[in-house]
C-alpha cells in the first residue's frame, strides 16, 4: 500500500530542522537529531526529505516565502524612497533576527549551484525592482536625492543589512560583543542603516 505524505508531520519536520539548523548550521545539522526533534524515525524523515540538503533547501523556501512578498510590497508600493529604505531595512533586519541562518545558506546554495538562485526567482513573489528603480529615477529628477545608480543603491541596502548575519563571528571579534550586545547592536541597525543611506543620498 502506498504511504501517503501528511502535512502536519512534514510542518513538524519543517520547524525541527529550522531549529536544530539555526543552531548547528548545515554543516553541523545532522539527520538523526532532526528526527528525534520533530518525534519521528530517521526512515520517516527520509522519506519526506532523502537528504540534508533537500530538507535546508525546503526550510529555507518556506522562510523566504515568508520575506520575498513583505519585501515585493516595499519595492512596488507608491512610498517615497526614504521611506522605502527604512521599510525595507526594518523588515529585513527584522526577520534574519528570527531566521539568522538564511543569509550564510544563500550565499553557499549559491556557491554550490549558481541556477539556485534561477529556480528560486521562478517563484511568485520573487521580489521585482522595476518600479523601486522608477521611483529612484523620479525623486532624482524632482531634486529630492541625488543622481545615483538605482541598482547600486538597491544593492547598497541589501549588502548593509546582509553584513551583520554573514559576518557575525567577525563582528563580535573586532567589537568584542557577546551573543547579548551582539544582538543590541544589530537591533540598532534597523534604524542606522536606514539612516545612514538616506543621509547619504538625500539632497541638502
Known amino acids: 500500500m502506498k504511504k501517503t505524505k501528511d502535512e502536519t ?5 519543517l520547524e525541527a530542522a529550522k531549529s536544530v539548523f ?4 548545515m554543516d553541523g545539522a545532522r539527520m538523526q537529531e532532526i528526527a528525534d526533534k520533530a ?3 530517521k526512515a520517516m524523515l527520509h522519506y519526506y526529505y532523502r537528504n540534508k540538503e533537500l530538507l535546508f533547501e525546503a526550510v529555507f523556501k518556506q522562510a523566504f516565502s515568508l520575506l520575498a512578498p513583505q519585501l ?8 517615497s524612497v526614504e521611506d522605502k529604505i527604512r521599510h525595507f531595512t526594518l523588515n529585513y533586519t527584522t526577520f534574519m533576527m528570527k531566521h539568522p541562518y538564511l543569509p550564510n545558506f544563500i550565499i553557499q546554495e549559491l556557491n554550490r549551484n549558481e541556477n539556485f538562485i534561477l529556480k528560486l526567482k521562478q517563484n511568485t513573489g520573487f521580489p521585482n525592482l522595476e518600479k523601486f528603480k522608477a521611483k529612484v529615477k ?3 529628477n524632482q531634486g529630492i536625492i541625488k543622481p545615483i545608480d538605482a541598482d547600486q543603491l538597491f544593492f547598497n541596502i541589501l549588502a548593509l ?3 551583520p548575519f554573514l559576518g557575525k563571528p567577525l563582528i563580535k571579534a573586532f567589537s568584542d560583543k557577546d551573543e547579548k550586545s551582539y544582538k ?9 542603516v536606514a539612516n545612514f543611506i538616506i543621509n547619504s543620498i538625500k539632497c541638502k
Not at 9 to 13: K, S, V, Y
Not at 22 to 25: A, D, L, R
Open 161 to 163: 543589512n546582509i553584513f
Open 39 to 41: 518525534n519521528i524515525n
Open 22 to 25: 539555526q543552531s548547528k548550521g
Open 138 to 140: 523620479d525623486e532624482i
Open 72 to 79: 515585493n510590497t516595499i519595492l512596488n508600493d507608491d512610498s
Open 9 to 13: 508531520t512534514e510542518e513538524q519536520i
Open 184 to 192: 543590541e547592536f544589530v537591533e540598532s541597525r534597523k534604524t542606522e
